[in-house]
């Protein structure tokens, strides 16, 4: 059976000498793996389209087992992510994180837009440390594991919250803060920029510049919920963190 789909390829293996499998996050069935023969020689027709963070639609045929791609057609290339370290390093967690907590062949078409809007704004030069953190408190509802971030997780209060509770997966009041000797304290900047990633519409998205401060505040918490969470350890992240390093020397 021969099918198109609209995707984004989040991972690649070689495969033998001259092959890569594709996992492409689609539009139409979410994420799907696929033979492209001969991907790995420069002059073949599908080499081009066979490479990580491609945009483009992808046919391919299967009958059991891996697909097999026979024609791919590049959308976009988001070459200035690819071309820039940094950036692509960022982009490399993102697809990383993507594939990790999604199933196969499960789709979620809203998953597909904010992963394609993620990576064309960081391609834009939009800040990454805010892309990534609104990605990442976004895969929390595709992983399952939401915290709780429109009331104190404790007393159900819906007035600003002071702290972030681990342990008690959400937010904590000013009363509250005792019940988690660990809680993380936030600003009530941190606190509303935490709510605000959930639910912004990342089509919306302006320009948007944090503090140096804030920034540290929101990656510390959602790292550690990640931590306890997700089960989750990632080369990608371990990559970035080193990278960061750099930068900050
Ligand atoms: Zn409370």
Same mark, same amino acid.
């Given at each position: ?15 033998? *000498? +001259? ?29 081009? /389209?066979?490479?990580? &963070? #491609? %945009?483009?639609?992808?046919? %391919? ?7 097999? =791609?026979?024609? $791919? ?13 940094? !950036? ?16 196969? !062949? ?29 990605? *990442? ?5 595709? /992983? ?11 007393? +159900? ?13 959400? &937010? =904590?009041?000013? !009363? ?8 993380? @304290?936030? +600003?009530?900047?941190? $606190? !509303? ?14 320009? #948007?510049?944090?503090? @140096?401060?804030? @920034?540290?505040?929101?990656? *510390?918490?959602?790292?550690? %919920?990640?931590?306890? %969470?997700?089960?989750?350890?990632? @080369? ?14």
């Amino acid at each position: 059976m021969i099918h198109k789909v609209e995707g984004i390829v989040i991972r690649t293996i070689d495969y033998g *000498e +001259s092959n890569k499998i594709l996992t492409i996050f689609s539009r139409e069935l979410g994420k799907i793996g696929v033979m492209s023969r001969g991907a790995k020689k420069p002059k073949n027709r599908l080499s081009a /389209a066979s490479q990580l &963070f #491609i %945009y483009g639609t992808f046919v %391919y045929q299967q009958s059991q087992g891996l697909g097999t =791609l026979n024609q $791919a057609d590049i959308v976009d290339s988001f070459r200035e992510v690819r071309s820039d370290l940094f !950036r692509a390093s960022y982009a490399t967690y993102i697809v990383e994180l993507t594939d990790k907590l999604t199933e196969e !062949r499960s789709r979620n078409p809203y998953l597909f837009e904010l992963l394609y809007q993620t990576l064309y704004y960081l391609n834009e030069g939009i800040d990454s440390d805010v892309l990534l953190r609104i990605y *990442e408190v976004k895969m929390l509802a595709v /992983a399952g594991i939401k915290p709780e971030l429109d009331q104190c997780v404790s007393c +159900s209060s819906t007035e600003l919250p002071v702290a972030f509770s681990i342990r008690h997966a959400g &937010f =904590l009041c000013h !009363r509250c803060l005792h019940r988690d000797e660990k809680a993380f @304290k936030l +600003s009530a900047h941190s $606190a !509303r920029l935490l709510r605000l990633f959930f639910y912004i519409d990342l089509h919306r998205l302006g320009q #948007i510049s944090l503090k @140096k401060e804030t @920034k540290q505040e929101l990656k *510390e918490v959602l790292a550690a %919920y990640y931590d306890e %969470y997700s089960g989750l350890r990632l @080369k990608s992240k371990r990559f970035l963190e080193q990278m960061e390093r750099m930068g900050d020397l």
